[in-house]
Antibody, heavy 119, light 113 residues
């Protein structure tokens, strides 16, 4: 069974930093691209970032480019999101999600971890 | 960026009746490989999103066959043949053809009348 378990969400002040983690199990982690998607309270879904299976390619939404960094450690079956220069508008539930093969986007999602940016 | 527009945004439905959600993209979602990367997700209250449909019309494993997806180019539809109580939630379309970024519709909230 595919499992994605996010952690690391806390309350942080504007301008602060945070690293989210996503522990994957139930599938061959290094076969698949992975994403972070976020959802502000009471709002819709916003794609944040994608990383290729080997970490060699990364992509970001304009809203986080230059502030967030996605990475992975395939030896630990783990995905990360380093979040710097946090803003109040980054407050959201952050989900990690995996892809399937061949453009089979976002087939499984975790339960999310809540990041609150507030002074 | 490709803009995804869903309608209606709120959908009250009587149990056992059909429901239909429209999703329109600001440009064609046909990719150069001939595939159309349009997904549908369901988000039940208090839960994470769950994918229902991928590449327009392919149902994910475990998704009831009362859910179906159709469409082409820029116009897509999610249909529920007979709404059940467990279908309450918010439904999102998402395009994965012209990325980055991947873009979602605003969401359609389905409720029982």
């Amino acid at each position: 069974e595919v499992q994605l378990v996010e952690s690391g969400g806390v309350v942080v002040q504007p301008g602060g930093s945070l690293r989210l983690s996503c522990a994957a199990s139930g599938f061959t982690f290094d076969d698949y691209t992975m994403h972070w998607v976020r959802q502000a309270p009471g709002k819709g879904l916003e794609w944040v970032s994608l990383i290729s299976w080997d970490g060699g390619s990364t992509y970001y939404a304009d809203s986080v480019k230059g502030r967030f960094t996605i990475s992975r450690d395939n030896s630990k079956n783990s995905l990360y999101l380093q979040m710097n220069s946090l803003r109040t508008e980054d407050t959201a539930l952050y989900y990690c999600a995996k892809d399937g093969y061949g453009g089979n986007w976002l087939d499984y999602w975790g339960q999310g971890t809540l990041v609150t940016v507030s002074s | 960026d490709v803009v995804m527009t869903q309608s209606p945004l709120s959908l009250p439905v009587t149990l056992g009746q059909p429901a239909s959600i429209s999703c329109r993209s600001s440009q064609s979602l046909v990719y150069s490989d001939g595939n159309t990367y349009l997904n549908w997700f369901q988000q039940r209250p208090g839960q994470s999103p769950r994918r229902l449909i991928y590449k327009v019309s392919n149902r994910d494993s475990g998704v009831p066959d009362r859910f179906s997806g159709s469409g082409s180019g820029t116009d897509f539809t999610l249909k529920i043949s007979r709404v059940e109580a467990e279908d309450v939630g918010v439904y999102y379309c998402m395009q994965g053809t012209h990325w980055p970024p991947f873009t979602f519709g605003q969401g359609t909230r389905l409720e029982i009348k």
